[in-house]
């Protein structure tokens, strides 16, 4: 079998996603000093690369890995993440009279997950700059995803999880030998614990969008729905959005196809759709202007444990991802995500997160309201395997 030939990263800088500033992607970089945001990495994309440098034999989130941020392959931390399959949903769509319903099921990433994606790529790049050790506050997936990345690459990990968090979460945490602090509350108060514990700052804070990499391993998800889809995009994509890295590196994938000429300069872009839990969804107060801003959001519990992050980092990405997109934001209440996870089961064999039950239950809601036409093309992102809930949904079959 051909093997790829060794290609070397394309990245340039990290930018200051509120004002640009530009910081070193060559030294261990966290928020910027600027403004304390999100940095996001950039790359070389005005020399021709050709769709022909993916390497095909890498049937991975690597086969990209021009424009991904590693810079010497011996530094890979690598579980076979990445080019999860895109399904056809024939059943549902002929239940609702869709013309095209697909769905990228990334629970068959290693860990069950898509944070597989984020935390391949946030590890892997911590071992190339020499890290020694890894802490993440995390609503389940992110944490499991961590302490096996860490595992692999012979690192310390130390996971601050909510004290509810399904028990299938926790124990897969412990076996991967991570260190597990329990807190009471959400997301928010495990990353407040975080702060304090690792105050010193000995090791990696790898939370979502506190560093840059784990964005470039999950936008590895617009690439492959673009590839996989023989180039042509969908309409609209609907995803599940907590700390919206996913959702915000999937745009940003979309932009860098278009620099690369791998998508027509006219080509029309998805309409994104956020899906958050009715019980935790800042992004839909402050996107209908009910809040100025997430920071004082006090969100509940949620069976999407995933969507249970009421202060998002990324909060001004996302919003600009929605209007860039001309999308929109929708809250689903955990009655209606058991009902989608029954219908997604009973006729599509799928058992999905109740985050991706969540999205097709956007669908189902925005198709009713008009948003949604039902001669679109419509992909819904199932963000994990719905195994690990099983605590959450027991006995609602």
Known sequence: ???????????????????????????????????????????????????????????????????????????????????????????????????????????????????????SMAISKAKELGIQGCIVPTAGNAGVAMAAYCAKAGMRAVVAMPRHTPKAFREECYWYGAEVQLIDGLINDCAAWVRHTNANGELLDVSTLKEPYRIEGKKTMGYEIAEQLGWQLPDVILYPAGGGTGLIGIWKAFQEMKALGWL?????????????????????????????????????????????????????????????????????????????????????????????????????????????????RILLLNTGSGQKYLDNVEGQY
Request: glycine share 6%.
């Open 1 to 119: 079998m051909e093997t790829c030939t060794a290609l070397t990263s394309r990245i340039q800088t990290l930018e200051c996603s509120a004002c640009g500033r530009p910081h070193s992607a060559f030294v261990l970089q966290r928020v910027s000093e600027c403004c304390q945001m999100p940095l996001l990495a950039t790359y070389d994309l005005q020399e021709p690369l050709s769709k022909a440098s993916i390497c095909q034999t890498d049937g991975s989130m690597w086969r990209y890995r021009e424009v991904l941020p590693l810079l010497h392959d011996e530094n890979r931390v690598s579980l076979g993440e990445g080019f999860t399959p895109i399904l056809e949903l024939q059943r549902l769509a002929s239940r609702y009279d869709l013309q095209s319903l697909v769905l990228k099921d990334e629970g068959k990433n290693p860990t069950g997950s898509f944070k597989a994606r984020g935390l």
């Open 264 to 376: 027509p300069a006219a080509v029309k872009l998805p309409r994104m759709v956020a899906v958050q839990a009715a019980n935790c969804c800042p992004l839909i107060e402050t996107y209908t202007g009910r809040q100025a801003n997430s920071h004082h959001y006090v969100g509940k519990p949620t069976i999407a444990n995933g969507l249970a992050v009421p202060r998002p980092l990324g909060e001004p990405l996302m919003l600009e991802v929605l209007r860039e997109s001309q999308g929109t934001a929708v809250s689903i209440t955990d009655a209606q995500m058991v009902e989608g996870m029954r219908e997604l089961s009973r006729l599509e064999g799928l058992f999905v997160a109740p985050e991706g039950a969540a999205v097709w239950m956007a669908a189902r809601h925005l198709l009713s309201t008009g948003w949604l036409q039902a001669d679109e």
